[in-house]
């Protein structure tokens, strides 16, 4: 049985978490807590001693992160830390004789890439990094039918995502807000996008570039659209309390407060910050375009400020187009209390009959045909629970390549990377001349 630690206990932490205590008990062994924040680590104990009757683990704070590894000599580090420091604790777990697993993005610019790769290459050691979307069945589905050539060589693409003003806003209320922190949403959100068009088309970017700014969200942007109230976070505040996009606690929900709520004495860490505020540095409108090295060429753009959530992508090829369509969540009600902990993991709220995700196939000279599969359940349409089973378990047939490790990583990141250094210059970037992989 595998030992395991996990560093960075914020809401991303729970998959691997309650994994570990429950479904994968029998497959890993989960040792200890780091963090930056006792009061989370507290949180994640008396969690998984209440729902899983499982004995408390050891905590360690940031700076005592080689202490733990000297101390529980785990097998593996699962990061799940904030974007930034990815690189720090994937790097030194290594140097430690430790295997990494890391959540995506598996960092966010080229400098932190490069040191992974040199350290993964100078170690030996492994490194996985989680990408769930792939798992998920219908986009396992589209995986199966361009590998099967049901549309020819792909030659373009077109790649729609919208975020919601739940889930979109959600990124411009916490740490995401800063760029710095994590590379803007076309490295942390858009990797999963960029790693399935890689994963899709068998294949890397080459070329990119990119447009984005910061046009809906913002003060600047509120006041220029008439708004004259603000406030800087939503707790305590009677202006809040009238905004739709603020995030209302309700006092019963423990994991809004032992997460957040009753830590932020710790290290002011605010997690219902004003949408509307200053100091925001992430964009939130960007369209790419990207040319790949079997030359394909995909054109992409992502809005985080939609009535729905969701995605659109067709592919044309040489054979014919392929068309998929994905409404995750079709509206939001302006007084609906907002849950989203865990990304992915939400209820759906609406209608499921117009969420059905649509797999449309039309060859050359021949009627559209809707393409039958078998959806899945969870979070990231099905792929969580698939992806803990190939992390934990592994030993399966991956004819179709769903485990990702640092190669993939790092081309999925470097699509936003490439993006980001598009929007500061204005110029086409070749993506070979950020890293040397």
């Given at each position: 049985?595998?030992?395991?630690?996990?560093?960075?206990?914020?809401?991303?932490?729970?998959?691997?978490?309650?994994?570990?205590?429950?479904?994968?008990?029998?497959?890993?062994?989960?040792?200890?807590?780091?963090?930056?924040?006792?009061?989370?680590?507290?949180?994640?104990?008396?969690?998984?001693?209440?729902?899983?009757?499982?004995?408390?683990?050891?905590?360690?704070?940031?700076?005592?992160?080689?202490?733990?590894?000297?101390?529980?000599?785990?097998?593996?580090?699962?990061?799940?830390?904030?974007?930034?420091?990815?690189?720090?604790?994937?790097?030194?777990?290594?140097?430690?004789?430790?295997?990494?697993?890391?959540?995506?993005?598996?960092?966010?610019?080229?400098?932190?890439?490069?040191?992974?790769?040199?350290?993964?290459?100078?170690?030996?050691?492994?490194?996985t990094v989680c990408f769930n979307y792939r798992y998920s069945p219908r986009n396992t589905k589209v995986k199966e039918l361009l590998q099967n050539g049901a549309i020819?060589?792909?030659?373009?693409?077109?790649?729609?995502?919208?975020?919601?003003?739940?889930?979109?806003?959600?990124?411009?209320?916490?740490?995401?807000?800063?760029?710095?922190?994590?590379?803007?949403?076309?490295?942390?959100?858009?990797?999963?996008?960029?790693?399935?068009?890689?994963?899709?088309?068998?294949?890397?970017?080459?070329?990119?570039?990119?447009?984005?700014?910061?046009?809906?969200?913002?003060?600047?942007?509120?006041?220029?659209?008439?708004?004259?109230?603000?406030?800087?976070?939503?707790?305590?505040?009677?202006?809040?309390?009238?905004?739709?996009?603020?995030?209302?606690?309700?006092?019963?929900?423990?994991?809004?407060?032992?997460?957040?709520?009753?830590?932020?004495?710790?290290?002011?860490?605010?997690?219902?910050?004003?949408?509307?505020?200053?100091?925001?540095?992430?964009?939130?409108?960007?369209?790419?375009?990207?040319?790949?090295?079997?030359?394909?060429?995909?054109?992409?753009?992502?809005?985080?400020?939609?009535?729905?959530?969701?995605?659109?992508?067709?592919?044309?090829?040489?054979?014919?187009?392929?068309?998929?369509?994905?409404?995750?969540?079709?509206?939001?009600?302006?007084?609906?209390?907002?849950?989203?902990?865990?990304?992915?993991?939400?209820?759906?709220?609406?209608?499921?009959?117009?969420?059905?995700?649509?797999?449309?196939?039309?060859?050359?000279?021949?009627?559209?045909?809707?393409?039958?599969?078998?959806?899945?359940?969870?979070?990231?349409?099905?792929?969580?629970?698939?992806?803990?089973?190939?992390?934990?378990?592994?030993?399966?047939?991956?004819?179709?390549?769903?485990?990702?490790?640092?190669?993939?990583?790092?081309?999925?990141?470097?699509?936003?990377?490439?993006?980001?250094?598009?929007?500061?210059?204005?110029?086409?970037?070749?993506?070979?001349?950020?890293?040397?992989?």
């Open positions: 049985m595998k030992k395991y630690v996990v560093v960075g206990t914020g809401g991303r932490s729970s998959m691997f978490i309650s994994a570990l205590c429950d479904q994968f008990k029998e497959h890993g062994q989960l040792l200890a807590f780091c963090d930056t924040n006792q009061a989370r680590m507290d949180y994640y104990n008396n969690f998984i001693q209440t729902k899983y009757q499982h004995a408390p683990v050891p905590t360690y704070l940031a700076h005592q992160f080689d202490q733990m590894i000297s101390e529980q000599k785990p097998d593996a580090v699962i990061v799940t830390s904030i974007d930034r420091t990815h690189h720090q604790y994937i790097c030194r777990a290594m140097e430690l004789g430790c295997d990494a697993i890391t959540e995506k993005p598996m960092t966010i610019d080229a400098e932190k890439c490069q040191q992974i790769i040199d350290t993964k290459k100078a170690t030996g050691r492994n490194l020819g060589e792909v030659i373009s693409l077109h790649f729609e995502w919208l975020l919601d003003t739940s889930h979109g806003a959600d990124y411009f209320r916490r740490w995401h807000r800063d760029k710095r922190n994590n590379g803007g949403l076309l490295v942390h959100k858009s990797t999963h996008h960029f790693d399935l068009v890689n994963w899709w088309l068998d294949s890397a970017p080459d070329t990119v570039f990119a447009m984005g700014d910061l046009r809906f969200y913002g003060k600047i942007n509120a006041e220029q659209r008439g708004i004259t109230e603000f406030y800087s976070r939503a707790r305590g505040s009677e202006v809040a309390a009238k905004d739709p996009f603020a995030l209302k606690c309700d006092p019963t929900n423990e994991r809004l407060m032992g997460l957040y709520y009753n830590a932020e004495h710790l290290d002011a860490y605010y997690r219902d910050q004003s949408v509307f505020g200053d100091g925001i540095s992430t964009e939130d409108t960007m369209s790419v375009i990207v040319k790949y090295r079997n030359k394909a060429v995909m054109t992409y753009s992502l809005n985080a400020f939609c009535p729905w959530e969701g995605y659109r992508i067709v592919f044309n090829g040489t054979k014919g187009r392929l068309e998929f369509h994905v409404v995750e969540r079709p509206f939001v009600e302006a007084d609906q209390p907002d849950e989203l902990m865990i990304p992915g993991m939400r209820e759906i709220a609406g209608d499921t009959k117009t969420m059905i995700p649509q797999i449309i196939l039309q060859q050359l000279w021949g009627k559209p045909k809707v393409v039958e599969y078998e959806e899945g359940t969870g979070g990231h349409g099905g792929g969580d629970t698939l992806l803990l089973q190939d992390v934990f378990v592994g030993g399966r047939e991956d004819p179709l390549g769903h485990a990702a490790g640092y190669i993939e990583g790092a081309n999925s990141i470097l699509t936003g990377i490439a993006a980001n250094e598009s929007i500061r210059t204005g110029l086409p970037i070749k993506v070979k001349e950020l890293v040397t992989l």
